[in-house]
């Protein structure tokens, strides 16, 4: 095992052609994905092994992944990249540093699910600074840079809506006006969290159940592009230079009285109690 390393970089900027070569490269490997996906008429399932922390990787995931580290490489970035199918790069720490995520949801994949993404998101000292999310059996890509998020795909209508994945935290339900519907597991978490991005989702709280920085480093940016508000169940500012994750929670909303809401549903009423009557 590669030992820890830590690097330090000057102000990160992303060129012009990088940011196309990326959107291209996340283009390519959701292409190679649909090719390979067990959701077509008649597809085989990808040959798939499993890794030491007994979760699923496939043929798709190391395609796409070698797609998107070209695509990185192409444009002449020096920066650390953590992709979650290579180990060696889970103990490398750095102030700028690129989170790649080749097949989100590989599972759901290899169910012939329509839930699954590409993931490749940019940090420096932190913060995000530019973010890209396919959804390719979906038709969604979404590009965040610095404070703007663009998207395509479909659009979703309906009731506002919050969302809980992987959990049903007591409370939480109570806590949303009549006119909210509250939806639990309805689809992944990056999927939700994408779609507060996109504003078709009041809010969402997501337990943290093994999820590393590549799975939540472009949604958190999408949405806080967007002008949303994303936090940890303690209401920080979640910053990724690792690939750990500390949160239990992550608590998104598109305004912030939504996101005071699904805190205080989340909170233990003694945390709210004043210091001397505890």
């Known amino acids: 095992m590669q030992a820890p390393r830590t690097t330090h970089h000057q102000a990160f900027a992303v060129r012009p052609e990088a940011k196309a070569a ?8 959701s292409r190679a994905l649909l090719g390979m996906w067990p959701g077509r008429p008649g597809a085989p399932r990808p040959v798939t092994t499993m890794k030491a922390d007994n979760t699923a990787v496939s043929m798709a995931d190391l395609a796409s992944q070698a797609i998107l580290l070209d695509g990185l490489r192409s444009v002449g970035h020096d920066e650390v990249v953590v992709t979650e199918e290579d180990v060696r790069t889970h103990t490398l720490s750095a102030s700028t540093v690129w989170f790649v995520d080749p097949l989100d949801g590989t599972r759901q ?32 890509l979404a590009v965040a840079d610095g404070t703007t998020v663009t998207h395509i795909g479909p659009e979703a209508g309906g009731r506002p809506t919050v969302h809980a994945v992987y959990c049903d935290p007591p409370g939480l339900r109570g806590a949303l006006g009549s006119g909210t519907e509250y939806l639990v597991d309805c689809y992944e978490s990056t999927r ?71 805190l205080d549903a989340l909170s233990d009423p003694t945390d709210r109690k004043d210091p001397e009557q505890r």
């Open 109 to 140: 994949y290899l169910s012939g699910s329509r839930d699954f993404a590409v993931l490749v998101s940019g940090w420096s000292s932190g913060k995000p600074v530019y973010s890209v999310a396919g959804f390719p059996a979906n038709g969604i």
């Open 192 to 262: 939700v969290l994408v779609e507060v991005a996109r504003r078709y989702a009041r809010g969402a709280v997501v337990e943290m159940c093994g999820h590393r920085a590549w799975d939540i480093a472009a949604p958190i940016h999408l949405i806080t592009a967007a002008g949303g508000c994303v936090t940890d169940e303690q209401g920080r500012t979640v910053s990724l230079t690792t690939p750990q994750v500390q949160a239990r929670y992550l608590v998104a909303a598109t305004d912030a009285s939504t996101h005071r809401a699904l």
């Open 22 to 29: 990326i959107i291209d490269a996340v283009t390519q490997a």
